[in-house]
């Protein structure tokens, strides 16, 4: 009886408690153009305790009765106070106004000023487009993920590449969404550009580490890329022209407050300008690319909003009647965000994406062809967030992804053709996963973010599997059988794996703390190519019979720490990476239209592990970091190197990075940049045969020679004109130099044969850029 009375008055003390609580919620905008801010601050400081916006500007927090003072802040806006006497649940919403008197300043975030000691995440970045848009550009374009390619622990797939190697990881293993849709290829110019226009960009999220368990699908890292929503308040325009394109942005209210759409484009114009000013060489040529973003926001009611965004983009290449070259990506996303009550957050969306390339020779001559391939994806998510009290936030949700997989068609016209019509197995998968995390605070100093991911992988039919002799190492010239599949029919096993995610943020002061994270991450998509960089004709195919998923388990460990008022910003993190399932190809491989190309496929094992320093000054007239990373990555896969480890195309053994920016005064801005990293990976030739008057060359172990280290210096110099009488009204000219001592960085070395002398052989290296090339851009907003 006792029992029963001390259970009975300890549950209504816990309901008494819970009476005793109010719960404070709404969105955190951009007061000038209604924008949401991504990781805002809201805080009380009689309690000590706070929370942060989410990727929708959404903020809930749990506190007792009374009376209190409420602060909301933001980097680069004008932190805002109000007093609040709270008695009951309420919605409040508030705007924050920029500092345009204050110099803008180069950071790598957008959050509090000590986010980075404070946060449960590690190996994670945020980079506001500011930051991006002060640096030195390549052609006068900002590039997004040329600045990602800055920071530790991230290296660049080549001279020419928009490609990216996270901590050992190849191009294919980076999960890059914009507005949740995943983009494929995500180069411009065979990879000089990336298709994401920094005017119609709001927010960049980099994951390399410690990867909340909602994000799934690649082994290395995440890049979560926002557009912007649209202006809410009025009418704005953002616009540049360069000497390779122009671009321009138009966004504002259709009604003010409640309804906005954004629609931004791009294109270069070096064909048109060429053929213009009589170029011989774009006389019959056509090279150029294209993009259109468009995004529209509607607020239904304090409980519900609406947004559609679209990307579409294409690069066109033409040789006359020689050949063409055309590749691009579709995105489409439309979300519901509905609030239940005021802690229950859901964000459902349905996601289209689509990419395409062809490559042939028009005409209807002999060698005519039209080689056609596409990947396509119909994804439905569902996310909540729950804000159960200030020390406790749940996630949990479900997505499942219809992939469509279509490796490549072949169509000729005319009967002359020296070709013939073909068509690869097309295939179809299905994947579905379901998550759940929570992200708990057990005292000032002690935070941990725990969760886990269910995935499953199926291929579905139509299709056909060709049966091998020998399964484990299938040989083209050994099919037994080839089996068929009906539509919807399932083929072969399912993948499925339980993907656990853990991070912990111990604070030792409130300037400094250390972190750990363990992740596995499961890739069930595969690039299957044997360049270093993505290239348009590369393909994607799914895991499958003969393709096993890509699976990696990470452990990483840093110390974090802050000086003079987060003025400076310090970290050393270091990481180990096991990875099973490392698909490789045979020495040879021929990869072009091979319709058994799972019998040039290898699988293995990897390793991956490295330490990276950063050193940043975030305030003051001279801004920017230092990055360093030693790394290194290896492969065992028997059939190469004799079972032995080699190193893997992605290592790099050192990776420098200097970035500044110097306030000159309120009208010039001076940029530089800085890279050093060792060279790739590269087979040289130890030996030489010549048959039938050819040379045939014998080459050393897979990896076990180097190109030379890489490395470029780029300037900028950027100028604010004085504002006319309307305010708002901006203009900047930017003028910047790429590779300043125009060093001749080797792309590749390959051997050949000495035209004066066939007996002799001379080693060609290619450089993509072997000079300084300089840019303007003038660029306009208001």
Known sequence: MLKLKILTLMLLCAVLAKAQEITLSGYLKDASNGEALIGATLFVPELKQGTA???????????????????????????????????????RDFSLSGLSEQIEEVTVRGEAADANVQRVEMGMTT???????????????VDVIRTIQLLPGIQSGGEASSGLYVRGGGPDENLMILDEAPVYNASHLLGFFSVFNSNAIKDIQVYKSGIPAEYG???????????KDGNSKQLAL???IGNLSSRLTIEGPIIKDRWSFLIAGRRTYYDVLGKAMGLEELKDNTLYFYDLNGKSNFIINDKNRIYLSAYNGKDVFELGESLYMRWGNTTATLRWNHIYGDKLFMNVSAIYSKYRYNLGVPGENADNFDWSSQIRDYNLKLDFTYYFNPRNTFKFGANTILHNFKPGQVLTNGENSMFNDLELTEYNTRENAVYLSNEQQ???RLSVQYGVRLSHFQQIGEGEVNIYENPDQPDKDEVLETIHYGKGDKIGDAFVHLEPRVGMKFSLDRASSVKASYNRMV?????????????????????????????????????????KNNMWETSVEVYYKDMQNVLDYKEGA?????????????????????????????KGQLTGWVGYTWSKTTRKIEGINNGNPYPSDYDRTHDLSVVGNYELNKRWNLAANFVYSTGSPISYPVAKYTVQGNQVFEYSARNSNRLPDYNRLDLSATY?????????????????????????NAYSITPEANEDNPNQTQFVRLSIIGSAIPSITYNVKF
């Open 590 to 618: 021929e990869l072009f239209l091979n319709e058994n190309i799972e019998t040039e496929l290898l699988h293995g094992t990897g390793e991956s592990k490295g330490l990276e320093v950063l050193a940043k000054k975030a």
């Open 523 to 563: 890739q069930n998509l595969h690039l299957i190519s044997n360049t270093q960089s993505p290239s348009p004709l590369d393909i994607w195919l799914p895991s499958s019979t003969y393709i096993k998923p890509l699976i990696v388990d990470q452990v990483s460990m840093g110390y974090f720490r802050n000086f």
């Open 238 to 240: 953002d616009g540049g």
């Open 442 to 444: 057990f005292s000032e």
């Open 127 to 141: 980079l506001p487009v500011k930051t991006i848009q002060k640096l030195p550009a390549f052609m006068g374009e």
């Open 720 to 744: 604010d004109f004085k504002k006319n009488e309307h305010r708002r009204f901006k203009q900047s000219i930017n003028f910047s130099i790429y590779n300043v001592y125009a060093r001749r």
């Open 53 to 91: 916006s989410n990727a929708y500007g959404f903020y809930s927090l749990t506190i007792p009765k009374g009376n209190y003072t409420i602060r909301v802040s933001f980097i680069g806006y004008h932190p805002h106070e109000q007093k609040l006497e709270a008695r009951e649940s309420v919605t």
């Open 217 to 227: 699908g690649k082994a290395s890292s995440v890049i979560d890329i926002r557009q």
